[in-house]
């Protein structure tokens, strides 16, 4: 019998076939940045303060500037209590001059909650902040578009993981498309601010299964000494649309044209139809084996190369198995342990990669600039871990990622304001540090399943990333409240226990995927087989010898 792997050496391991679909599906990581973040400019809160139409009105008449309608509206003293108050005046009855200089409020002893609706001081700019009063009393329902965003995340990533098991990589992956095209385009028509959460669940729904979908069509289509390189770039294409968000978001004004312009790449690629295969290793796992060969042949001719006739045998010959349940993931010791510190780890690096830039929106200073800065930060991630995950392995860079970040989180909370600079480039060590761990809790999440559970792992246990995501928010800005480092306080924490847990895993490198649950608890096992495969593909045994030691060593 004749595996995947033996063909895909023949094939090509990473040729002309796999680089076209891999650059395809990095356009995908693009617009999933301004998805994941684009809060940040989206649900943007400026200086804001009550309105009072009486003051409005005199303003008009008398050609007063903002500060001096301000200063006559808003009550001296705390800015985050005067925000939500202002001065109770009976201005019928107070003299009618325009020099606003001889009008002192300062006085007046009565004060009144918001009555009229608020005034922003955001210039020519729109968020759903400002369209829809989500400030003082509903400041906190603004935390809830990111968190209805995660609660789409934690639904779809299992129904699409599923979905991807048992009907395919591909299919899946284009009907998670038409469904972001579509929530995306409702998120930007939203009438009120229920309809927009209900929306945005939705867009999230789809977003994140089909992002996961693709990557592991990809990894499954590349050979083992090409896995790595493909899983960091395909994250990394993520950072480039984090270069891309603040220079959309400078020139976009309006949130609602920002969301159709993050939405519109979710239709170009549904005409991926046309241009990827289905996955051969999810065919060969639902015994469609006359459909993988053809893939597989096609993927050879593009690749110019000849196949032997050892294809006509490709088989699963591992498969033990055809339908993915959660009971797959925590049955077995080994399984167990991988999916409750794989899902740890996902869990803390949503938490703190997305509290990290949430907390941008909340520091002051040029949110463009900000945001521009952190996103480079994170290119220097994806070049260590190609440079050290081959040289080193995967379990340390991946512990070390997140000791680093935690150690970077407490120590920028005990810097002082006053050493902006060196609070500033510890607090860019801690966001790469958390960003190497978020890209590498992903290919190691896929090295450590069998073909036929991998993507419903790799669903399930990334559910901890959307549960993360969904705290995130309401974990910084409420903390803040309390003190502005507090969060990174608990960052911190997570990210040393996050690290500590990830010495506990196996080293994968240089290992090629497990295709069942018995090469996962019984490793060694694994790497007889593959000994005895690359004898045979060295002409160094006969053929029959080596069918039998195989069956000796499984037996």
């Known amino acids: 019998m004749t595996t995947f792997d033996d063909i895909l050496e023949e094939a090509g391991t990473f040729g002309r076939c796999q680089k076209r679909i891999f650059a395809l599906f990095c356009l995908v990581s693009m617009p999933w940045a301004g998805v994941y973040v684009g809060i940040v400019f989206q649900g943007f809160t400026p200086d804001h303060w009550c309105r009072d139409p009486a003051v409005v009105e005199r303003r008009q008449t008398c050609g007063w500037s903002l500060t001096e309608a301000r200063r006559l509206t808003v009550p001296q003293g705390n800015r985050s209590e005067s925000s939500c108050e202002r001065y109770e005046v009976d201005w019928n009855s107070t003299a009618l001059s325009c020099d606003s200089e001889e009008l002192d409020l300062s006085r007046i002893p009565t004060t009144t909650a918001c009555k009229d609706g608020w005034e922003y001081d955001y210039e020519g700019r729109q968020s759903f902040v400002t369209e829809f009063d989500l400030v003082c009393a509903d400041g906190w329902l603004v935390d809830m578009y990111q ?121 170009i690629f549904l005409s991926y139809y046309w241009f990827i295969p289905e996955s051969p290793r999810w065919l060969l796992s639902q015994k469609q084996n006359a459909k993988a060969v053809k893939i597989t042949q096609a993927m050879a001719k593009e690749n110019k190369k000849t196949l032997s006739k050892n294809i006509e045998t490709l088989t699963d010959d591992n498969a033990e198995s055809r339908t993915a349940s959660f009971m797959d993931l925590i049955r077995t010791p080994k399984m167990r342990k991988h999916t409750l510190i794989l899902s740890f780890n996902w869990f803390t690096s949503a938490v703190v990669y997305q509290g990290l830039i949430m907390r941008l929106g909340i520091l002051g200073g040029n949110v463009y600039i900000d945001f521009l800065i952190s996103g480079l930060v994170e290119f220097p991630a994806a070049f260590l871990i190609l440079f050290t995950i081959e040289r080193i392995g995967r379990r340390i860079p991946f512990a070390s990622a997140n000791i680093v970040a935690g150690a970077a989180c407490l120590i920028t909370a005990m810097i002082p304001d006053s050493m902006f600079w060196f609070k500033t480039v510890v607090a860019c060590i801690g966001r790469l540090g958390i960003t190497m761990a978020f890209e590498m809790v992903v290919f190691v999440n896929t090295e450590l399943y069998p073909t036929f559970v991998r993507n419903f792992g790799v669903s399930v246990c990334s559910t901890l990333c959307d549960v993360g995501g969904i705290v995130a928010p309401f974990l910084l800005y409420r903390l803040a409240v309390i003190w502005l480092e507090l969060p990174l306080i608990i960052f911190g924490s997570l990210a040393f226990m996050a690290g500590g847990l990830v010495l506990l895993l196996p080293e994968t490198r240089g290992m090629p995927l497990p295709d069942t649950i018995d090469d996962i608890e019984h490793p060694e096992r694994r790497m007889e087989k593959v000994a005895l495969r690359d004898q045979q593909r060295a002409n160094l045994l006969p053929t029959e010898n080596i069918s039998n030691n195989k069956e000796t060593a499984i037996v």
Do not use: C, H
């Not at 979905?163 to 591909?170: E, H, N």
């Open 147 to 267: 968190a209805s965003l995660n609660v789409g995340f934690l639904v779809g990533s299992i129904a699409i993981g599923y979905l991807a098991d048992r009907f395919g990589r591909k299919i899946s992956f284009l009907m998670s498309n038409v469904l972001n095209a579509v929530a995306g385009i409702m998120v930007a028509m939203a009438p009120n601010y229920v309809a927009l959460l209900v929306f945005r669940t939705l867009y999230g729904f789809g977003v994140k299964g089909g992002w996961v979908a693709g990557y592991v069509l990809i990894t499954e289509l590349v050979g083992v000494e090409y896995r790595r390189t493909v899983g960091v770039l395909y994250q990394m294409f993520f950072s480039v649309g984090i270069l891309i968000l603040p220079l959309l978001a400078y020139f976009i004004s309006d949130w609602r044209w920002l969301q159709v312009a993050i939405t519109a790449p979710y239709f």
